[in-house]
């Protein structure tokens, strides 16, 4: 079967997506979290409704403690709201146990850091091949991450190791990785905060250009102005409270 608008890309539609291709990608329905500090409460996401959709490129930006790297965490299972609902491609997230949860950061969503996070002692190669021996994936692999190593740019340093990279190459190696599993999501938190300006701009080109390759929704921090301008969609969040200026 082939997928309308996506004949000729990287993207190969999988048939478990089907039945949500209309549903949002990400919603959230007043989602409120809360941390304590000491006797105080701090409130990190007051009340955030929102709805991304497939393909949607989003840039947050907001002062620090906004809330930013909360919403990317409640977004990726990792941190789970005190109130509201978050659904992921129409199913909700607080409904499902862990091993569920598990595989739905294995599968459905990328993550890129500001530090890279690349295993040291692994190879290029290997730290992109990393979440497909995790997930135990049985499909063609080693072409996946061949095609991957060049989509990125990286064919000929397959073999180096991270310490051997300039970090704009690190950053491309985790765009990799995080492409593998051919996410519908990607949440990449400030992934262009510890690279000179050019490198940045080169990152957040690649970023967007797999975003249509792929058809993966991208949601990405950044205290940047110029970064943020790459995205079709721009949220604020500032106490915990998201906006769309
Ligand atoms: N694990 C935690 N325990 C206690 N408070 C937390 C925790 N994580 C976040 N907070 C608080 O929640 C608020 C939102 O934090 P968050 O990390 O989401 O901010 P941010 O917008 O990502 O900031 P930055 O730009 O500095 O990364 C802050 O007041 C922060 O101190
Ligand atoms: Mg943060």
């Known amino acids: 079967m082939v997928f309308p608008g996506c ?13 949500a291709m209309d549903l949002p990608v990400i919603q959230f329905q007043e989602v409120y979290k809360y941390y304590r500090s000491g006797a105080d409460r701090v409130t990190a996401l007051n009340g955030v409704s929102m709805e991304l959709h497939r393909g949607d490129f ?3 930006m907001g002062p620090s403690g906004g809330g930013k790297t909360t919403l990317l965490n409640c977004i990726g299972g990792l941190d789970h709201p005190d109130r509201g609902e978050i659904f992921l491609n129409g ?21 890129v850091f500001q530090f890279f996070n690349l295993m040291p002692t692994l190879t290029v190669r290997e730290n992109v091949e990393l979440p497909l021996l995790l997930a135990h994936s049985a499909r063609a692999e080693a072409a996946r991450v061949h095609r991957l190593l060049d989509y990125v740019g990286l064919l000929p ?5 991270p310490a051997e990279l300039s970090g704009g190459e690190m950053q491309r190696v985790a765009i990799a990785r995080a492409l593998v599993h051919q996410p519908s999501i990607i949440l990449a938190d400030e992934p262009t905060g ?5 490198n940045g ?3 957040i080109e690649l970023m967007k250009k797999a975003s249509v390759d792929f058809h993966t929704t991208v949601v990405l921090v950044t205290h940047n102005p110029q970064v943020a301008r790459y995205g079709n ?9 998201l906006s769309h200026p």
């Open 201 to 203: 701009i080169r990152i």
């Open 91 to 111: 199913r909700p997230l607080a409904r499902m146990n862990d091993s569920e949860l598990t595989q739905i950061r294995r599968r459905e969503i990328g993550f």
């Open 58 to 60: 989003v840039t947050v």
């Open 194 to 198: 510890n690279l000179d300006s050019d």
């Open 233 to 241: 969609r721009h949220f604020e969040i500032r106490d915990g409270n």
């Open 157 to 161: 340093r397959g073999k180096s190791f």
């Open 7 to 19: 004949e000729g890309t990287l993207y190969q539609p999988r048939q478990d997506r089907y039945p």
